[in-house]
């Protein structure tokens, strides 16, 4: 009979140095004297007694540490060590897809912007994770990868099936540098996805149908943020959600200048926009409304949170302009192509677009060498806008 009931695990207290209560063919429960009721296994294995942990009372009952003991004691009758074989699945488990991405994905926190980030962690809780998260790395084949990119394609997700691989494929490569795969099989799908149909952002780049956009920019009524971040965005050029989550502390307002920090960048690298006189008279006004707050532009739902990123291009659509006339990163399509064909420097122009520059000793001396260059395009381009808004005939470089 055993010696353990329910009630006698009850009424066990405590005592000033740990005991056990024994059950059956090697099941105990030892009392601490912190009041813990910790399960144990005694066995032996090739001569040598062991013990193995079954878990915690009252969350292991007595009825399932018993099962977990009649388990341990099938695998001793075949051989198998019962502490071995949990640190062999243990080690498993840790070894699984989502646990190595997950650990890629911590590693690259500080190094993606916050946008990046979380669209990464959301390409594997969703659309990775359930399909072969739980599968060891190793064990993980290309069919099985095609299987759950051609999820998507079914749904027309046709770039995101791409992006999905190409993030999967990050996560082998950073298992096999940490011992813990040997390939990616990511490269033997080439070919198997149907390609991306490029497309660029809708973008007006002719002068005269720039400056009706301009006019019907300044016409604009609506959520005083918003009319401020339509008239400075074709101004400064920045990507959309470098604009949305702009902070006041970010901009020298009397030095002419607005620093955005490099965890806020694509690139992640600090950026520096000269600001011209026109765009210093918008952020003056605009301070005055939203100074108090964090944001410069706020959105209409608390100070302490940005425009959404849909704000820009809701404005665009209520001006009557398609998705297929202009988005709002279809101003920096603008600038570039208006000021390469006005014969600016292309370094000038591709440092005011913050792309990057992977000669790092290029890089270092472009930042610091050409920031007056910049300055005097940035005005020169500002007031060139100004002249077409105004529908001046004649406006040139």
């Not at 032996?44 to 193995?52: S, Y």
């Not at 915690?56 to 071995?84: C, H, N, Q, T």
């Not at 398609?322 to 101003?331: P, S």
């Not at 290029?362 to 005097?376: D, I, V």
Request: hydrophobic share 40%; glycine share 6%.
């Amino acid at each position: 009979m055993p010696a353990l009931s329910d009630a006698r695990i009850r009424a066990a207290k405590p005592k000033e140095k740990s005991y056990k209560l024994f059950d059956s063919l090697g099941l105990y429960l030892k009392i601490e004297p912190s009041g813990g009721r910790l399960w144990r296994f005694k066995y032996r294995i090739n001569g040598v007694e062991k013990l193995l942990s079954l878990g915690l009372y009252p969350d292991v009952p007595l009825k399932r540490a018993r099962e977990k003991r009649d388990e341990a004691r099938r695998l001793v009758a075949d051989g198998i060590d019962p502490s071995v074989q949990r640190k062999a699945e243990k080690a498993a488990k840790a070894d699984t897809f989502e646990a190595i991405s997950l650990e890629w994905l911590e590693l690259h926190r500080k190094k993606f912007a916050s946008a990046t980030f979380e669209k990464a962690e959301w390409t594997f809780k969703e659309l990775v994770h359930p399909f072969i998260g739980s599968r060891p790395i190793t064990e993980i084949t290309a069919p099985e990868i095609l299987t759950m990119l051609r999820r998507l394609e079914a749904r027309g997700r046709h770039e995101t099936a791409h992006r999905t691989k190409q993030r999967c494929s990050q996560v082998f490569r950073y298992a096999i540098a940490t011992g813990r795969a040997t390939r990616d099989p990511c490269p033997d799908l080439r070919g198997a996805l149907a390609p991306i149909v490029s497309k660029n952002h809708a973008a007006i780049v002719e002068p005269a149908k720039i400056g009706q956009l301009l006019r019907a920019i300044e016409a604009y009524h609506g959520h005083p943020p918003t009319q401020a971040a339509l008239k400075l965005a074709p101004l400064v050029f920045v990507r959309p959600g470098e604009l949305r989550k702009a902070r006041w502390v970010e901009f020298d307002l009397a030095g002419g200048e607005w620093r955005i920090p490099a965890e806020r960048m694509k690139m992640r690298e600090a950026h520096v926009v000269p600001l011209a006189t026109q765009s210093l008279a918008i952020l003056r006004e605009l301070h005055t409304v939203t100074g108090r707050g964090p944001y410069v532009f706020p959105s209409p739902r608390g100070k302490d949170r940005p425009m959404s990123e849909n704000a820009i291009t809701a404005a665009l659509r209520r001006m009557g302009y398609t998705g297929e006339e202009m988005t709002w990163h279809g101003f920096r399509s603008l600038a570039s192509t208006s000021l390469n064909e006005q014969g600016w420097h292309p370094d000038l122009i591709e440092l005011q677009l913050a792309h990057a520059e992977r000669n790092e000793v290029r890089s270092a001396y472009n930042r610091a060498q050409r920031l007056e260059e910049r300055r005097k395009m940035m005005q020169a381009w500002a007031d060139y806008l100004d002249k077409l808004r105004e529908n001046i005939s004649s406006a040139t470089r």
